[in-house]
């Protein structure tokens, strides 16, 4: 309404001065005429006073040239004051007008920027709400990181004591280990001797069995028996802690391996004929010459065929062969044995390890000859791998380098 009014009142103002610049102009014509008339009536009358009559129509000519200069000066006043009166009031509208649209503008501004305002406010307090929940959240975050961290340095500490108590056990069990391999060494040592004098005493009652009775002649055969097996026992043991100590020595030579198999079969050749079994011996064609550890190939190939011909049945048969390859010798001992179940094959390479069928719990042994056999095979740079099926025998083959290879286990005797 207050806009309405405004308009209104600018309506009412422009129509005022429209009409007041023609009255200004009248004004003026009128004020030159009078101002005229009057001086002619001045000068008319002095004149007369004076006498000096001038002709009629010489005087009202000049009345009326004096007329209408005087309208003609009042016109071009009037328009001149017209004029800069518009001028004005052109400008003066035209100032309205700006000022009436930078009111609008201002009242359109104010109006959005009261909106603005609104909504930064309304964004501010949701910035500020969000920020609270944040920091809230961060607080949270904070107490459950700094629980964690104090959690954790907790735990770091209870694992630190832990592993200083296991690495005081693992030194402890080091040490026990050393002990007991100094233990079994020594022990192995001190029964080594009284063995080595009964078996001197057996062999030297052997030689003179004609004086004994038959009876007595048994007994001795099965005391150098026993005293073999208990030798063989002592020996392997010895062999066992200078692995673990690595202080077994392989002391390699160039040999031919042909002889020195049919040399180590020979040994066995006693209980070959006890246990009744036939012995077949394999060669292949080549070279016969290599490089090798005489003394562990003879003990890993011993091992392997009194393993052979402790569980072989009677009247069996149990071949040994040995081949050539480019790199490598294999030697493979095989017998017509009751088998090893396919399970207990992979633990038979362990130290007291025995194959779980009943036949084979009876035939006695330590455990220990293929431990060895693995052991010595490894430590001179070759493999061992068993091959056995149920009723169908058992066949170990052993592959060592043609050239001596230094591990970890050779070292002084």
Same mark, same amino acid.
């Given at each position: ?15 005022f ?67 800069l ?5 052109? &400008? ?10 930078? &009111? ?30 944040k920091?809230?959240e ?55 001797? *009284? ?57 390699y ?15 066995l ?22 490089v ?25 048969v ?19 044995? *009751? ?38 095979? &490894? ?9 056995s ?25």
């Amino acid at each position: 309404m207050e806009q309405g009014k405004t308009s209104q009142g600018a309506a009412h103002g422009r129509q005022f001065r429209v009409w007041k610049p023609l009255v200004m102009m009248l004004g003026v014509v009128l004020f030159s005429i009078a101002a005229n008339l009057t001086q002619l009536g001045l000068t008319d009358a002095l004149l007369s006073q004076s006498g000096v009559r001038l002709a009629a129509s010489v005087g009202r000519s000049v009345w009326i040239l004096h007329v209408l200069f005087a309208v003609v000066m009042g016109g071009l006043s009037g328009a001149a004051v017209i004029a800069l009166y518009l001028l004005r009031e052109r &400008q003066r509208d035209e100032a309205e007008h700006r000022a009436e649209h930078l &009111q609008r503008l201002v009242e359109e501004n104010t109006a959005q920027l009261s909106d603005a305002k609104e909504h930064l406010e309304l964004r501010v307090r949701e910035q500020t709400a969000a920020l609270g929940a944040k920091v809230g959240e961060l607080e949270r975050l904070r107490s459950a990181s700094q629980r964690s961290l104090t959690e954790q340095q907790e735990a770091y500490l209870q694992l630190k004591e832990e592993k200083n108590k296991s690495q005081q056990l693992i030194q402890e069990l080091k040490q026990l280990e050393v002990r007991k391999d100094e233990f079994i060494s020594i022990a192995s040592h001190e029964l080594k001797t *009284p063995v080595t004098s009964i078996r001197g005493f057996v062999q030297l009652l052997l030689e003179r069995r004609q004086e004994l009775s038959p009876e007595s002649g048994q007994f001795l055969d099965i005391i150098s028996r026993d005293t073999d097996r208990l030798s063989e026992l002592i020996a392997t043991i010895l062999d066992l802690s200078r692995l673990d100590l690595h202080r077994l020595a392989f002391v390699y030579e160039r040999t031919n391996v042909v002889s020195h198999l049919k040399e180590t079969v020979a040994f066995l050749e006693p209980r070959l004929r006890e246990s009744q079994l036939t012995l077949r011996l394999v060669t292949g064609k080549g070279a016969q010459f290599a490089v090798i550890d005489p003394a562990r190939v003879q003990q890993v190939i011993l091992n392997l065929l009194t393993n052979a011909i402790r569980y072989s049945p009677q009247g069996g048969v149990i071949t040994v062969s040995l081949t050539r390859s480019a790199h490598h010798l294999h030697y493979k001992v095989t017998d017509r044995g *009751p088998g090893i179940a396919k399970k207990d094959q992979a633990r038979l390479f362990r130290r007291f390890s025995h194959a779980g069928s009943v036949l084979t719990r009876k035939a006695g042994g330590t455990g220990l000859g293929l431990a060895i056999v693995k052991e010595l095979t &490894q430590g001179m740079g070759g493999t061992a791998t068993l091959h056995s099926s149920l009723g169908k025998g058992t066949s170990v083959e052993v592959i060592l380098p043609l050239r001596p290879v230094r591990t970890e286990s050779s070292g002084p005797a």
